[in-house]
């Protein structure tokens, strides 16, 4: 820790590091497992080529019927609702996950498309940064800037027989010198029948690699979206709830890290299940205009 902090900085990190390792303790406890599911590994959307080999498949596991436990944490408050973005110029957004930051279940875009608009709205000039592509190239009369770092099936780290998104990271940054990244990842590894207390390491160590890696850009970590499959919720539960704390520890740090909870916003629309969701996995395009707007208030662009 920098010096001149004091103690009660040094006090928020302690306690950060010790309610990580309790987070850490309570998911392997749960020793949860889960039958992969087909949404984010095999289903591609028609006419939009996924531009990665295909993922392996994994093997098939028992699911346990042991009770996930629960783990209390408060809420993590954004880091600032300040517009991360230049005062001139583009603002370069990266988004960064797997088939849901590409965009499977909804129109050719997924989420990207909702927040243009948004941006667009609030008279910001924002550009998606990313060495994928798909996306319509013109949306209400301007063009669409199609690029972002969406891997349908990936995990993680790899993990199950599933490509990571880690090792891609650096690339990516590099390439996209972003001012704001938008980071989704963690679907597959419970899908997959990962270890999940892994998985959250593995986010740990990514959320390090891209604050290292473009410290002067703001990085806002989302809960997973729920899905249509009570049982997959549930051994995701410790995973989604470690996210607040890894942020807020950051962001004590003095690091640009915010929090969005896509669970949350989901769960706050009736029936979200059938309102939100294409399939088990993915959003339709309602869930991707939810996840838009959660993406703008994070960004300092509220409606």
Known sequence: MPRGRGRGARATVSAYDGGMRALAAAIMVSVLSFAPLLGCSKREPVGEPVPVASSSASTPV??????????????????????????????????LGDSITFGVGGSAGGYRVPLFRIAREKNKDITFVGRQQNGPPIVDGAAFPRGHEGYPGYTVEPCGGRSGLAPLVDGALLAGRPHVVLLMIGTNDVGAGCDLATSFGALERLVTTITQGAPEATLVVATLV??????????????HAGIPKLVAGHAARGQKVRFADMRAAFEGVPAYRSALLADVLHPNDAGYAVMAKTWAAAMGMAQ
């Not at 436990?69 to 990266?94: D, E, M």
């Not at 249509?228 to 995701?236: I, L």
């Open 62 to 95: 028992a699911v346990s019927t042991r009770a996930l436990p629960s783990v209390a944490v408060a809420s993590a408050p954004l880091a600032s609702h300040a517009n991360p973005c230049p005062a001139k110029g583009p603002c370069r957004v990266l988004p």
């Open 226 to 239: 729920p899905s249509q499959d009570e049982a997959f919720d549930a051994r995701a539960a410790a995973y």
